[in-house]
């Protein structure tokens, strides 16, 4: 498989297509990924972060770093989010450098410690991510697994 991770920052060309995949991906509404990634693309701040793993212009994985993944622990910032690989692009190691990639960015950016929210087991930790504790989501009824990464 031939792919390249690319940061929104650096690309900002891909921020409607972005934009588009994530809301189809995730049910979360375009305006808000517009925003966010208006957001990142205002730089400034380190968080929000968008990025994208991409094949012959089209995007087949990514990920966001956002301050609140719609949990109730605030505290636990900033999140990475929507972290989705396409059906057919999945156990190449898409996921897996798409948030190695984020995780070290961030770290240049000066954010060592990051967090992810997740009801999947046994899969971040092979990414040196950890088990923290457990977070009820916005309007969610189950708690869900909440995850450290330190760089």
């Known amino acids: ?21 994530f809301h189809e991906k995730w049910g979360i509404p375009l305006q808000a990924y517009l925003e966010s990634m208006e957001a990142c693309l ?20 990514g990920l966001g770093v956002i301050e609140n993944d719609f949990h109730d622990r605030k505290d636990l910032a900033p999140n990475v989010c929507a972290v ?8 190449h190691g898409v996921a897996g450098s798409l948030l190695d990639y984020a995780c070290a960015d961030m770290k240049s950016r000066g954010i060592s410690t990051l967090y992810l929210m ?9 990414y040196g991510w950890e088990f923290l504790c457990m977070v009820q989501g916005d309007g969610e009824p189950r708690m869900a697994r909440m995850y450290i990464h330190r760089s």
């Not at 929104?8 to 409607?16: A, R």
């Not at 990025?51 to 087949?60: D, L, P, S, T, V």
């Not at 997740?118 to 092979?126: I, K, L, P, Q």
């Open 1 to 21: 498989m031939n792919y390249k991770i690319v940061r929104l920052i650096d690309h900002p060309e891909i921020k409607e297509q972005a934009a588009r995949w």
């Open 42 to 61: 205002a730089g400034g701040n380190p968080v929000p972060q968008w990025y994208a793993a991409m094949e012959k212009g089209r995007i087949i994985g």
């Open 84 to 91: 989705y690989t396409e059906k057919e692009k999945r156990r």
């Open 118 to 126: 997740t009801d999947h087991t046994s899969f971040y930790e092979r």
